[in-house]
Protein backbone atom coordinates (compact mmCIF):
# COMPACT_ATOMS: atom_id res chain seq x y z
CA UNK A 1 0.00 0.00 0.00
CA UNK A 2 2.57 2.58 0.92
CA UNK A 3 4.64 1.56 -2.20
CA UNK A 4 1.43 2.71 -4.24
CA UNK A 5 1.67 5.92 -2.39
CA UNK A 6 5.17 6.72 -3.30
CA UNK A 7 4.58 5.77 -7.10
CA UNK A 8 1.39 8.32 -6.80
CA UNK A 9 3.78 10.71 -5.61
CA UNK A 10 6.50 10.50 -7.36
CA UNK A 11 4.24 10.54 -10.79
CA UNK A 12 2.72 14.04 -9.38
CA UNK A 13 6.19 15.56 -9.29
CA UNK A 14 7.91 13.96 -12.56
CA UNK A 15 5.35 15.97 -14.85
CA UNK A 16 5.89 16.89 -18.49
CA UNK A 17 6.32 19.48 -20.38
CA UNK A 18 3.27 21.66 -21.13
CA UNK A 19 2.97 22.27 -24.45
CA UNK A 20 2.76 26.04 -24.21
CA UNK A 21 6.45 25.42 -22.58
CA UNK A 22 7.64 23.07 -25.40
CA UNK A 23 6.31 25.70 -27.96
CA UNK A 24 8.50 28.68 -26.62
CA UNK A 25 11.32 26.32 -26.45
CA UNK A 26 10.73 25.76 -30.10
CA UNK A 27 10.38 29.63 -30.76
CA UNK A 28 13.77 30.16 -29.20
CA UNK A 29 15.98 27.46 -31.37
CA UNK A 30 14.15 29.23 -34.55
CA UNK A 31 15.23 32.41 -33.84
CA UNK A 32 18.84 31.36 -32.86
CA UNK A 33 18.66 29.28 -36.05
CA UNK A 34 17.35 32.32 -38.03
CA UNK A 35 20.12 34.81 -36.58
CA UNK A 36 23.32 32.15 -36.95
CA UNK A 37 22.53 30.33 -40.32
CA UNK A 38 22.80 33.80 -42.37
CA UNK A 39 26.28 33.93 -40.62
CA UNK A 40 27.46 30.35 -41.10
CA UNK A 41 26.90 30.48 -44.79
CA UNK A 42 27.77 33.80 -45.78
CA UNK A 43 31.19 32.29 -44.26
CA UNK A 44 31.14 29.17 -46.57
CA UNK A 45 31.50 32.17 -49.38
CA UNK A 46 34.17 33.39 -48.39
CA UNK A 47 36.30 30.00 -47.77
CA UNK A 48 35.42 28.97 -51.03
CA UNK A 49 37.24 32.53 -52.39
CA UNK A 50 39.97 31.62 -50.05
CA UNK A 51 40.58 28.51 -51.47
CA UNK A 52 40.35 30.31 -55.01
CA UNK A 53 43.03 32.18 -54.16
CA UNK A 54 45.24 30.03 -52.23
CA UNK A 55 45.04 27.38 -55.74
CA UNK A 56 45.99 30.85 -57.52
CA UNK A 57 49.10 31.53 -55.49
CA UNK A 58 50.08 27.86 -56.15
CA UNK A 59 50.05 28.23 -59.72
CA UNK A 60 52.21 31.31 -59.88
CA UNK A 61 54.52 29.27 -57.80
CA UNK A 62 54.71 26.25 -60.09
CA UNK A 63 54.36 28.83 -63.30
CA UNK A 64 57.52 30.44 -61.65
CA UNK A 65 59.15 27.32 -61.72
CA UNK A 66 58.78 26.19 -65.15
CA UNK A 67 59.79 29.43 -66.30
CA UNK A 68 63.45 28.95 -64.43
CA UNK A 69 63.45 25.38 -65.83
CA UNK A 70 62.18 26.26 -69.48
CA UNK A 71 63.22 29.62 -69.42
CA UNK A 72 60.01 30.58 -70.65
CA UNK A 73 56.13 30.68 -69.19
CA UNK A 74 53.98 28.21 -71.24
CA UNK A 75 52.06 29.71 -74.05
CA UNK A 76 48.15 30.22 -73.97
CA UNK A 77 48.04 27.03 -76.03
CA UNK A 78 49.99 24.80 -73.69
CA UNK A 79 48.25 25.92 -70.84
CA UNK A 80 48.39 24.69 -67.46
CA UNK A 81 48.71 21.40 -68.74
CA UNK A 82 52.59 22.21 -69.23
CA UNK A 83 52.83 21.95 -65.86
CA UNK A 84 51.83 18.10 -65.63
CA UNK A 85 53.19 16.88 -69.01
CA UNK A 86 56.11 18.44 -71.10
CA UNK A 87 54.95 20.23 -73.94
CA UNK A 88 57.33 19.49 -77.14
CA UNK A 89 58.32 23.42 -77.31
CA UNK A 90 59.62 22.91 -73.99
CA UNK A 91 62.71 20.41 -74.78
CA UNK A 92 64.80 18.65 -72.26
CA UNK A 93 64.62 21.25 -69.72
CA UNK A 94 61.37 20.79 -68.59
CA UNK A 95 62.33 19.08 -65.23
CA UNK A 96 58.41 18.35 -64.04
CA UNK A 97 55.60 17.61 -63.32
CA UNK A 98 55.29 20.91 -61.34
CA UNK A 99 51.89 20.29 -59.78
CA UNK A 100 51.57 16.94 -56.99
CA UNK A 101 48.01 16.20 -58.18
CA UNK A 102 47.63 17.74 -61.67
CA UNK A 103 45.88 20.91 -62.79
CA UNK A 104 42.65 21.26 -59.80
CA UNK A 105 38.78 22.98 -61.08
CA UNK A 106 38.02 25.89 -59.35
CA UNK A 107 36.52 25.63 -55.95
CA UNK A 108 32.95 25.82 -58.13
CA UNK A 109 34.00 23.12 -60.04
CA UNK A 110 34.88 24.91 -63.31
CA UNK A 111 38.62 25.13 -64.63
CA UNK A 112 40.59 27.84 -64.35
CA UNK A 113 41.39 30.28 -67.36
CA UNK A 114 45.09 30.88 -68.38
CA UNK A 115 46.15 33.33 -70.88
CA UNK A 116 49.94 34.08 -71.58
CA UNK A 117 50.52 36.71 -72.24
CA UNK A 118 48.36 38.35 -69.63
CA UNK A 119 46.44 41.94 -69.32
CA UNK A 120 49.06 43.41 -66.76
CA UNK A 121 51.68 40.37 -66.84
CA UNK A 122 53.21 37.83 -68.17
CA UNK A 123 50.24 35.22 -67.52
CA UNK A 124 46.87 35.73 -66.17
CA UNK A 125 44.94 32.69 -64.39
CA UNK A 126 41.39 33.44 -63.79
CA UNK A 127 38.48 32.12 -61.94
CA UNK A 128 34.98 33.64 -62.91
CA UNK A 129 33.65 32.86 -59.26
CA UNK A 130 30.09 31.26 -58.48
CA UNK A 131 28.23 32.64 -61.06
CA UNK A 132 30.51 31.60 -63.54
CA UNK A 133 30.00 34.94 -65.98
CA UNK A 134 32.59 37.59 -66.19
CA UNK A 135 32.40 40.25 -63.52
CA UNK A 136 30.63 40.10 -60.39
CA UNK A 137 30.24 41.27 -56.96
CA UNK A 138 30.85 39.34 -53.85
CA UNK A 139 31.15 35.68 -54.28
CA UNK A 140 30.06 36.54 -58.10
CA UNK A 141 33.32 38.47 -58.60
CA UNK A 142 36.45 37.14 -60.61
CA UNK A 143 39.38 36.03 -59.22
CA UNK A 144 42.60 37.06 -60.69
CA UNK A 145 46.52 36.69 -60.56
CA UNK A 146 46.52 40.05 -61.85
Known amino acids: MQAAKFYRKQG ?11 LVVI ?29 IEAFEKSLDTYRLDVGRYPTTEEGMGALMTAPPTAGA ?3 GPYLK ?24 ITSLGKDG ?4 TGDNADISSQ
Do not use: C, H, M
Request: aromatic content about 12%.
Open 12 to 22: RAARGFTLLEL
Open 27 to 55: VIIGLLAAYVGPKYFSQLGKSEVTVAKAQ
Open 93 to 95: KWN
Open 101 to 124: KGVPADPWGRPYAYKSPGSKGDYE
Open 133 to 136: QPGG
